[in-house]
């Protein structure tokens, strides 16, 4: 494209062309340069178009095309300040609404509007920005904003209704959205360098995007976020993004579903969660620290993971990876301190499994499979290791209060396989272990260690 824009741009002082409009009836345009080197063109077909272009400084270019398919009309607005900016517009159909702002040098634009009562606003200051923006539908809304150098944007909609609003301040910053479908919502606005988005929507009443916890521009640099949604009234992103080097991947397939990080604050988080069904909940909250990685895949219903924003991180180092395939089955953890490990995989349906690491160096390992198994386990000292497994229908760990493991170098490793089997009790001290292992129907442990 900048080749293409130079060349454009020379052919133009070399014919010496300085403004050219070719209206139709009752259509105008106005073109006002003031500078050297200024090109401007301007091709109305149809009636009520409308065009202006204001330019300043030297070798802009602007070129607008219009064509009116109805009784409404539209409008393009071009304005430039400073040196070698190009904007090209093309519009076709009725009330479509452009309006685009250069200032500074070597920036680009590419707006091509194809539909009824489009919006399209942009705004580049700075130095080889980039803009690419295509709609194809009715009542679609786009804005950006490039505030810096050598910022890149791409969007793509093709449907009715569809809103991108994008803020780019600072340098080196890349966002490229893709919309099919209807009443789509994607945003991406950040303050700082080299960060990164992605979102692609593929269904109606989508939300995806990343901005601030006061939903505003997101400061940090070098942070990537990544949507996917097929299907319909899905919500996923990233809600405050405080440090530099965040990766947020979300893929989701279906209807319904939800997954938010909601301030993850830190350098070297990796959060990836895909939601493969309806109506399926990941919500990450609070998510504090250096190097934490967390990995969610939910295929199935209803399924939830940290659902009231429970699901907390807060500490270096630590690693979840958590598996749910079936229906109604629910995930709620928290991690404070150092160097946790958490698996959990979950199989069938409506299975909970709730645990907590407070300290350092836990591992904590748990594998439900069969449904309405239970797992609530309460980890509080340094160097504990848990390891619970149950196969079967209605097994418990933990009654009507948590199983609570408190104090040093403790291992509890339970293993239950059968149905309706149940463990509750406590440990408490320095260098306990547990062992127990229960098969068949109806046993019951209860296990107390001080």
Do not use: H, P, W
Request: proline share 0%; charged share 15%; net charge negative.
């Amino acid at each position: 494209m900048k080749l293409a824009k130079k060349s454009l741009i020379a052919l133009a002082i070399v014919a010496g062309i300085t403004g050219q409009a070719y209206a139709a009836d009752q259509s105008t345009a106005t073109i006002t340069q003031s500078g050297t080197a200024e090109v401007a063109t301007v091709t109305q077909t149809g009636t009520l178009q409308t065009a202006t272009v204001t330019q300043s400084g030297s070798a802009n270019l602007t070129a607008i095309i219009q064509t009116g398919t109805g009784a409404t009309g539209q409008t393009a607005t071009t304005t430039q300040s400073g040196a070698v900016n190009a904007v090209i517009v093309t519009s076709t159909g009725d009330d479509n609404t452009i309006t685009s702002t250069q200032n500074g040098s070597l920036n680009s634009e590419t707006i091509a509007v194809d539909g009824i009562s489009n919006t399209v606003t942009t705004n580049q200051d700075g130095f080889v920005n980039e803009s690419y923006t295509t709609t194809l539908g009715d009542g679609n809304q786009i804005d950006v904003v490039q505030d810096g150098n050598f910022n890149d944007n791409n969007v793509s909609q093709d449907g009715d209704n569809n809103t991108v609003d994008v803020d780019q301040i600072g340098n080196s910053n890349s966002t490229t959205t893709e919309q099919i479908g209807n009443n789509n919502f994607a945003t991406f606005q950040v303050d700082g360098n080299g960060n990164d988005g992605v979102i692609k929507q593929t269904g109606d009443n989508n939300q995806a995007g990343l901005l601030s916890a006061g939903f505003s521009l997101n400061n940090g640099n070098n942070n990537d976020v990544s949507v996917e949604q097929i299907g319909n009234n899905n919500l996923g992103g990233a809600i405050g993004l405080d440090g530099n080097n965040n990766n947020v991947d979300v893929y989701q397939r279906g209807n319904d579903n939800q997954s938010i990080v909601y301030s993850l604050t830190g350098s070297g988080n990796d959060v990836d969660v895909d939601q493969i069904g309806q109506q399926n909940a990941a919500l990450l909250s609070m998510a504090s620290g250096d190097d934490n990685n967390v990995t969610i895949f939910q295929d199935g219903n209803n399924n939830n993971v940290g659902a009231g924003l429970i699901a907390v991180l807060d500490g270096n180092d630590n690693d979840i990876n958590i598996t749910q395939d079936g229906d109604n089955n629910g995930t709620n953890f928290t991690i404070d301190g150092d160097s946790n490990d958490a698996t959990l995989t979950q199989t069938g349906d409506q299975n909970i499994a709730n645990f907590s690491a407070i300290g350092n160096d836990n591992d904590i390992t748990t594998t439900q499979t069969g449904d309405l198994n239970l797992v609530d386990l309460l980890v509080d000292g340094d160097l504990n290791q848990s390891l619970i497994a149950q196969t079967g229908n209605s097994n418990r760990v933990g009654g009507l209060s948590a199983f609570s493991v408190d104090g040093n170098d403790n291992r509890l490793d339970i293993a239950q396989n059968g149905n309706r089997n149940l463990v509750t009790g406590s440990q408490s001290g320095t260098g306990n272990m547990i062992d127990v292992q229960q098969t068949g129907n109806l046993n019951v442990a209860n296990v107390v260690q001080n």
